[in-house]
């Protein structure tokens, strides 16, 4: 069996070493990959969103399953042109990718099927939409209606603020078409929580939960990034809350892709917002998180090709798919000067220790191998994972193996994971 995944960060590392453990014992190839991926799988360097040549390269290959890892091809439609070739793919099509594509098309399925969210409003006219700060109450969160590499929301203390961040989005166009629209919606507070699920069109399974820490200082300062670091499950998605997700959102969002012609097979992640009001859903992503597959993945007990083959042949109630219920810590190594600016091409060392560590997965998000060293080549450069029987002793042990890998420039937030501590 050949199976081809679709990206290069750590999120598609974890996604080749789950497919490595199948009993299918397939063969990996990796578009565009990186220097970690390249120890398990074939990396070919062919770009995520240069759709027909990933076509071209399955069909010459004969490959038996492609799975997409990122958000933009698969709101480019990539699944489709995979289908219409013939090609089996694990992902939603274009019309089911809308549920993460546009965070308008998001907020009016969820009025519409009363799934619970932050109260809002939607406007493609910058005036319409200064004119309604005059009646939001402060915070306000803005919302750019497209993909934005995770940039595109604000949130916003004064009026000023808001009326800036519209100028912004709607006006520069800092977001490109992805400000055609805007969302400003109700501020919640709460802790948040990440569940994700495989969905084959009719029915879901649950992963289970994570949290990410998006900021890139310790106590949760700084800019925001694409995540820090993550853990699993999270204590705070109690049984209460779950009982309350499967009545209020998760069927209800199955059910109402399916009702809106779009039926979703692939990954549903659910961004939910633990409100003194009970679980509102935040956003939905059509995909596996990063680094929230790094916890997630590791914690997979079943086979990932079971779970994948039956989200496309629709037969997920019949499907092993189990968890392990010990727990996982992930702490990505970035690049000092990242989320702005950072240098590339630091050799990397230390990544031995991982070749005969149990239950400890170095996940190489931005890395490229040059003369036969592995160096740095982004901003978030390694994903460090321990799994556990207890959060803090996962935790512990993925501190303790972040300290064996070295580069120059090295940073992380010591943190991740410690809100878990204060909570028990
Ligand atoms: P999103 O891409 O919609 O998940 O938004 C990115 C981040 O902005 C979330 O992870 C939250 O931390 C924050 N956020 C989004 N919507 C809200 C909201 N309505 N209230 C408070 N924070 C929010
Ligand atoms: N960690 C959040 C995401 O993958 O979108």
């Given amino acids: ?177 992805a400000g055609k629209q805007i969302v400003i919606e109700e501020y919640l507070q709460g802790r948040e929580v990440s569940v994700l699920t495989f969905v084959d069109g009719h029915s879901y399974r649950i992963m289970g939960s994570a949290q990410d820490h998006k900021r890139i200082g310790d106590g949760d300062t700084g800019l925001n990034t694409g995540g820090m670091g993550t853990f699993s499950p999270s204590p705070f998605y109690t049984e209460e809350i779950d009982r309350i997700c499967h009545e209020t959102v998760y069927q209800r969002t199955v059910d109402a892709m399916r009702k809106e012609d779009r039926p979703f097979k692939g990954v549903i992640f659910f961004g939910l917002m633990l409100t003194e009001d009970g679980p509102k859903v935040l956003e939905f992503n059509a995909r596996f998180g990063d680094p929230e597959a790094q916890v997630l993945l590791p914690r997979m007990r079943s086979d990932l090709i079971d779970a994948v083959n039956a989200c496309i042949d629709g037969t997920l109630d019949q499907a092993d798919v189990s968890f392990d219920d010990r727990a996982a810590v992930c702490v990505v190594l970035a690049s000092d000067g990242y989320p702005v600016s950072y240098e590339k091409g630091k050799i990397i060392r230390g990544l031995e220790y991982f070749d005969q560590a149990k239950d400890q997965y170095c996940f190489h998000a931005g890395t490229i191998s040059v003369a036969g060293e592995v160096v740095t080549n982004g901003g978030r450069v390694l994903g460090v994972t321990a799994v556990a029987d207890s959060l803090t002793e996962a935790r512990e042990q993925a501190y303790k193996a972040a300290e064996q890998v070295k580069f120059d420039g090295k940073y992380l937030r010591h943190d991740i994971g410690k809100s878990i501590e204060e909570s028990t």
């Avoid at 619970?116 to 919302?143: G, Q």
């Avoid at 497209?146 to 100028?167: F, M, P, R, S, Y």
């Fill in 1 to 177: 069996m050949k199976v081809l995944v679709i990206g290069g960060g750590g999120r598609e590392h974890a996604i080749v070493q789950a497919l490595s453990e199948s009993k299918y014992q397939p063969e990996i190839y990796c578009a565009p990959g990186n220097a970690g991926i390249a120890s398990l799988a074939s990396c070919v360097s062919i770009g995520a969103m240069d759709f027909e040549g990933l076509k071209s390269f399955a069909l010459e290959q004969q490959i038996d399953l492609t799975i997409v890892g990122m958000d933009d091809p698969l709101v480019g439609g990539i699944v489709d042109v995979f289908r219409e070739a013939g090609l089996r793919i694990f992902g939603p099509d274009k019309r089911a990718a809308i549920l993460e594509g546009s965070k308008a098309f998001a907020k009016e399925l969820m009025m519409k099927y009363d799934i619970p969210c932050a109260a809002s409003r939607t406007f493609s006219e910058p005036e319409e939409a200064m004119i309604y700060l005059h009646e939001v109450s402060y915070p306000v969160v803005l919302k750019a209606d497209g993909l934005a590499l995770g940039k595109g929301v604000l949130i916003c203390n004064t009026a000023q603020e808001a009326h800036d961040g519209i100028d912004q989005i709607m006006i520069q166009r800092t977001f490109g078409d």
